[in-house]
């Protein structure tokens, strides 16, 4: 199953505790599944299957999955960096603000 799991925004330091996650399967039967980001930079674009850059967000990130039922149409997500996000300015985030 591709199941997602998650907790509450909590602002305090460190990880949360996934041991209390909540977890919803999204999809049964899953036969393959596969993650592939978009770097846009240099150009022309590249697609890869695994992003080195620890200091930026791929421009899109790519999902393909299949099911014992079916193959599911692909999802291409375009990811945005927020103004507080900016890791130019005060180091990277995803939701939330730096501490």
Same mark, same amino acid.
């Given at each position: 199953? =591709?199941?997602?799991?998650?907790? #509450?925004?909590?602002?305090?330091? &460190?990880?949360?505790?996934? +041991?209390? @996650? %909540?977890? *919803?399967?999204?999809?049964?039967?899953?036969?393959?599944? +596969?993650? *592939?980001? %978009?770097?846009?930079? #240099?150009?022309? $674009?590249?697609? /890869?299957? %695994?992003?080195?850059?620890?200091? *930026? $967000?791929?421009? *899109?990130?790519?999902? /393909?999955?299949?099911?014992? @039922?079916? %193959?599911?149409?692909? =999802?291409?997500?375009?990811?945005? !960096?927020?103004?507080?996000?900016?890791?130019?300015?005060?180091?990277? !985030?995803?939701? &939330? $603000?730096? &501490?």
């Amino acid at each position: 199953a =591709l199941v997602i799991r998650f907790v #509450p925004w909590s602002d305090g330091a &460190g990880f949360p505790d996934w +041991s209390k @996650a %909540e977890a *919803r399967a999204l999809a049964v039967g899953v036969t393959a599944f +596969s993650v *592939r980001y %978009e770097d846009g930079r #240099p150009l022309p $674009t590249a697609w /890869q299957t %695994e992003w080195p850059f620890a200091d *930026r $967000t791929p421009d *899109r990130v790519h999902l /393909q999955l299949a099911t014992d @039922a079916r %193959e599911w149409p692909a =999802l291409v997500i375009p990811l945005r !960096v927020l103004p507080l996000g900016d890791p130019a300015q005060r180091g990277f !985030v995803i939701g &939330g $603000t730096v &501490g």
